[in-house]
């Protein structure tokens, strides 16, 4: 489905709306594993990680913990299934990034924690990873709403 005037609204009012403990995902689709990895990286490097998390490694058999690691080898060893929590994105509240085959998840909780500057936050960090690291296609999973850049920008130009 296309963004249109009415879904932007809808998602303006779901970013604010009061936090019911649901988590809304982000989806984004990658053709191969190096743009995926690249996004990760990326992400990692723009963020802050929990330093308290342990990570079960099924490459390595042992359990992998962030506070150990700079931030590039924890890029490189996060695998499918495994979900760390960041802060510190593009001025957003903490996002989950879950890693999956082929895609990966932001996870959000909703509510005030979203303000202008938060919400234009995460409009410029969805431009940026379909410029530079050729994400196939991006989804907001709840409404199956798909994200074009130009569909990104009237959201943008719209509500912020």
């Not at 489905?1 to 936090?19: E, G, T, V």
């Not at 924690?113 to 994400?135: A, M, N």
Request: contains cysteine.
């Amino acid at each position: 489905m296309k963004i249109s005037s009415s879904d932007s609204i809808r998602l303006l009012q779901m970013f604010s709306k009061s936090s019911d403990g649901c988590l809304p995902e982000i989806t984004l689709y990658f053709k191969n594993n190096e743009d995926k990895q690249n996004t990760i990286r990326f992400l990692i490097d723009q963020a802050q990680v929990d330093q308290n998390i342990v990570l079960w490694s099924n490459k390595f058999q042992k359990d992998i913990r962030p506070a150990k690691m700079s931030k590039g080898e924890l890029a490189e060893n996060l695998e499918s299934d495994q979900h760390i929590q960041l802060t510190d994105l593009f001025k957003m509240p903490e996002i989950g990034l879950g890693i999956f085959d082929c895609l990966i998840t932001l996870d959000f909780r909703t509510g005030d924690v979203w303000d202008r500057d938060s919400i234009d936050g995460l409009i410029k960090l969805l431009l940026t990873l379909k410029k530079t690291f050729k994400v196939n296609s991006i989804t907001l999973d709840e409404d199956k709403i798909f994200f074009s850049d130009e569909e990104i920008e009237f959201f943008r130009v719209s509500f912020i």
